[in-house]
């Protein structure tokens, strides 16, 4: 079975960026769709991005214009560009990949999971 595994997180001071990166073990990205999820403390896990098997991209809306998914031809990374990054994007950062080729938004439609990188942002 594919693993994932998420790294890039950290702090960083608010208005800053960082990328987080996700690596399988196994190319898999041309059959599946794959998302990031985050979970802030007291909080549900909720949906930040996806990127589908056709290459189209969905977001959420508190991240529209400031983050990006995307990754690399012939690669198994998949990456996600943070930019303007603001305190309430403190969380843990989750990558997935879906069951189905077309973006996913629920966290039941994706049937692997990373083991999480914590990004924290500092005001």
């Known amino acids: 079975q594919v693993q994932l595994v998420e790294s890039g997180g950290g702090l960083v001071r608010a208005g800053g960026s960082l990328r987080l990166s996700c690596a399988a073990s196994?190319?898999?990205?041309?059959?599946?769709?794959m998302g990031w999820f985050r979970q802030a403390p007291g909080k549900e896990r909720e949906f930040v991005a996806g990127?589908?098997?056709?290459?189209?991209?969905r977001y959420a809306d508190s991240v529209k214009g400031r983050f990006t998914i995307f990754r690399a031809y012939n690669s198994n990374t998949v990456y996600l560009q943070m930019n303007s990054m603001k305190p309430e994007d403190t969380a843990v950062y989750y990558c997935?990949?879906?069951?189905?080729?077309?973006?996913?938004?629920?966290?039941?439609?994706?049937?692997?999971w990373g083991q999480g990188t914590q990004v924290t942002v500092s005001s």
């Open positions: 997935a990949r879906a069951m189905t080729g077309t973006v996913a938004v629920a966290s039941l439609q994706y049937d692997v």
């Open positions: 196994e190319r898999t990205f041309s059959t599946k769709s």
């Open positions: 990127h589908s098997w056709s290459g189209s991209t």
